[in-house]
């Protein structure tokens, strides 16, 4: 069974570096992302979040580790972490 995680990043990188592994970035997950996953960067630009099912922690961790922002070496700190969603948010169809 799929469970729910976070992989929380803060960057260290220069703005124009940033810029040259946004495509990539983009791309590992389109290709080896779940098919339930979102994210992006936070507003001020020093990271970003992405939320995705996994079968575990140690799957998971393996998945951030492959992003090209880990692989590129400008994430400064990073997080992955099993979330546990407790609250349904009404989709106003009721």
Do not use: C, N
């Amino acid at each position: 069974m799929s469970k729910r995680f976070v992989f929380f990043y803060l960057f260290k990188a220069d703005p124009k570096r940033l810029m040259e592994v946004i495509p990539a970035h983009r791309e590992y997950w389109d290709e080896v992302g779940p098919t339930d996953y979102t994210g992006g960067p936070f507003a001020d630009r020093d990271g970003g979040m992405i939320i995705f099912s996994a079968g575990s922690l140690d799957d998971a961790e393996k998945m951030a580790q492959g992003d090209p922002f880990v692989t590129e070496k400008i994430i400064d700190q990073l997080w992955v972490r099993q979330w546990e969603v407790m609250l349904k948010v009404p989709d106003g169809s009721e």
